[in-house]
């Protein structure tokens, strides 16, 4: 007989799988998707959950409490970000997860309200995001996560729009908006995050801030940023605003070399970095060897 119950619903799944079929082929990517699966269900059952099923490339958990969730859906996201096979193969996942009233069957499987706002959540995360509904955080108590406001969005069966956060779940949150749990006094939404990227270049000087796309640098024209070298590959590299920070990743045959104020030069190579105080990047080749084309960056 199915009964209805307060609960907390998480959906989780592989960011990029398309992409992921298409570079490592049906069994290895089955394979890789699998060990994330796992993984993400070892995380469920450390903090009291339960898998509800796994469809595809994504995992369904309920747990008995929004804190649970919460800390369940910042563990699996810290699981992926720290473990090399992940990292090597650049696999993440997006969350979403809502605490509200679930109909539970007979046969385990949930059905209703907060199953249909948590799918919504997955739908809007981004890629190593966690994305939960205001009124699901704004009950938590003890010690919670740090949030960031996303304002709000539209669920489909709700009247009205609702507020939304994005969990910090990384150890590292300088540089990020937040916004504190319990209730809020006059219900003042977050004025947002005012970071700024500024990249120098030739005498060109671009801002970057947090809702831009993401900015290409390389040798072909189509690039926003264009330096024309050999050493240069025809998409080179990339910058974006993700996980609260902008990050540099580069995308080259010959490395990124990077130097964060007067720390020693380092070298990307299909890796990424966080872009912190002010720098240069080298597209290709070492600082000695380019007199030239260094890009100079400031973030604030």
């Not at 009247?159 to 003042?188: C, F, H, N, Y």
């Not at 060109?204 to 024309?228: C, H, K, Y």
Request: hydrophobic share 40%; aromatic share 4%; charged share 25%.
């Amino acid at each position: 007989m199915s009964q209805s119950r307060p609960q907390t619903i998480l959906f989780a799944d592989v960011s990029g799988s398309t992409r992921l079929f298409e570079t490592k082929g049906d069994l290895e990517a089955r394979r890789l998707i699998a060990l994330v699966l796992d993984a993400l269900s070892g995380v469920c059952a450390q903090h009291g959950g339960r898998v509800i099923k796994t469809i595809g490339d994504e995992i369904m958990c309920t747990f008995p409490r929004a804190m649970n969730g919460v800390l369940a859906a910042c563990d699996m996201q810290r699981r992926l970000a720290r473990d090399i096979v992940f990292v090597r193969d650049n696999l993440a996942v997006r969350i979403g997860l809502h605490h509200g009233d679930a109909l539970e069957e007979a046969d385990g499987d949930v059905y209703g309200d907060a199953v249909n706002v948590a799918a919504r959540m997955t739908s809007l995360a981004k890629r190593e995001q966690v994305v939960t509904t205001a009124a699901t955080f704004d009950g938590l108590t003890g010690k919670v996560p740090e949030a960031r406001s996303l304002g709000k969005a539209r669920v489909s069966g709700k009247l009205l729009p609702i507020a939304i956060v994005d969990l910090v779940w990384q150890e590292d949150t300088s540089g990020m908006t937040l916004v504190q749990a319990g209730p809020r006094a006059g219900g003042k939404e977050d004025a947002g995050d005012e970071s700024v990227l500024r990249l120098r270049h030739r005498g060109e000087v671009i801002e970057l801030r947090p809702d831009s796309e993401p900015f290409l640098m390389g040798r072909e024209p189509g690039n926003q940023l264009v330096v024309e070298a050999d050493w240069v590959s025809r998409t080179h590299a990339m910058v974006e605003y993700k996980r609260g920070h902008f990050m540099l990743t580069d995308r080259s045959t010959n490395g990124t070399f990077v130097r964060v104020g007067e720390d020693d030069e380092l070298k990307l190579h299909r890796d990424e970095v966080h872009l912190r105080k002010s720098g240069t990047i080298s597209l290709g080749q070492s600082f000695a060897a380019n007199s030239g084309d260094v890009i100079h960056y400031e973030a604030g």
